[in-house]
């Protein structure tokens, strides 16, 4: 079993960057997939991002790509969500998520085993 803590969230004005981190602790991610969530009030969760930790392939939510890049640190057995060009719509609770190996990537949160207790991201316009 891995347990999940997520940190880098933040206040951040629209247009500004942010990084948040998700380390591993339990066992290594080994052949896991890694994902981020987020979610905003009175919505649903949603897929931002993801990664095959092994492997390194990602993919991406449409709304994110060109913006966000997920990556891996093998060596903290973390990963990492780097955020440029927020809007104040992104706003939300970013969770850290991670299961075992699958093909093709999950995007749904309820394909996820576990997960992280969340970090705050707002973005002021």
């Known amino acids: 079993q891995v347990q999940l803590v997520e940190s880098g969230g933040g206040l951040v004005q629209a247009g500004g960057s942010l990084r948040l981190s998700c380390a591993a602790s339990g066992r290594t991610f080994g052949n896991y997939v890694v994902g981020w969530f987020r979610q905003a009030p009175g919505k649903e969760r949603e897929f931002v991002a993801a990664?095959?930790?092994?492997?390194?392939?990602?993919t991406y939510a449409d709304s994110v790509k060109g913006r966000f890049t997920i990556s891996r640190d093998p060596a903290k057995n973390t990963v990492y969500l780097q955020m440029n060009s927020l809007k104040p719509e992104e706003t939300a609770i970013y969770y850290c998520?991670?299961?075992?190996?699958?093909?093709?990537?999950?995007?749904?949160?309820?394909?996820?085993?576990?997960w992280g207790q969340g970090t705050q991201v707002t973005v002021s316009s």
């Open positions: 990664v095959r930790w092994n492997w390194g392939q990602t």
């Open positions: 998520a991670a299961r075992g190996s699958a093909w093709p990537i999950p995007v749904r949160a309820y394909e996820y085993n576990y």
